[in-house]
């Protein structure tokens, strides 16, 4: 089965995802890899910083495309928490696989995002981004909120909901 993570900075698509794979037994697929951006032009170490919004997205959409282009069987796939915003990509996991939302609340988000030295949002604007996306990232398959759960406990989740 393919999965495909979905969800706002710092929810856990990265972490939870290579830990699900591992279960799994399957690939594991981080379109956040710098290899990925190099080979459409973005320079090392640069990803939507040196580009407008659309020119990202439209890379976003290309590593998607080409990843399930591949016929890749059985993968878990974490996408960038802006994945949802072009109907396209909504459209390419809906009919190559399952999607999990996976949620938390703002406070946890800004804790976590401020651990991993990202980008540091208040937590009204991380209130306000999160809502700004809810109805995109509710057209998921299953939601998880992983506020209070361990990687361990998000990833029997998921394979619980999906009855891997």
């Known amino acids: 089965m393919n999965i495909f993570l979905i969800g706002f900075m710092g929810v856990g698509k990265t ?6 794979a591992k279960k799994l037994n399957c690939d594991f697929m981080d379109p956040d890899d710098k290899e990925h951006w190099v080979k459409r032009g973005f320079p090392k170490g640069q990803t939507q910083s ?3 919004d659309g020119e990202y997205y439209e890379v ?3 590593i998607l495309k080409d990843y399930i282009k ?13 994945i949802v915003l072009r109907d396209e990509n909504i459209e390419l996991m809906k009919s190559n696989g399952k999607i999990i939302y996976l949620s938390s609340d703002a406070k946890t988000l800004c804790g976590r995002i401020s651990q991993q030295g990202k980008a ?4 009204e604007s991380t209130k306000e981004h ?3 996306r809810e109805h995109k990232y509710k057209i998921a398959d299953f939601e998880i909120d992983t506020s ?3 990687v361990e406990e998000t990833c029997l989740s998921i394979i619980s909901l999906l009855e891997l």
């Not at 972490?15 to 699900?20: H, I, M, P, Q, S």
């Not at 591949?70 to 802006?82: A, L, M, Q, R």
């Not at 540091?120 to 937590?123: A, F, N, Q, R, T």
């Open 15 to 20: 972490t939870v995802g290579k830990v699900l």
């Open 50 to 52: 040196t580009r407008s």
């Open 60 to 62: 976003q959409t290309n």
């Open 70 to 82: 591949k016929n890749v069987i059985d993968f878990v796939y974490s996408t960038d928490g802006s």
């Open 120 to 123: 540091k949002y208040s937590l």
């Open 130 to 132: 999160m809502k700004s």
């Open 148 to 150: 209070n759960n361990s």
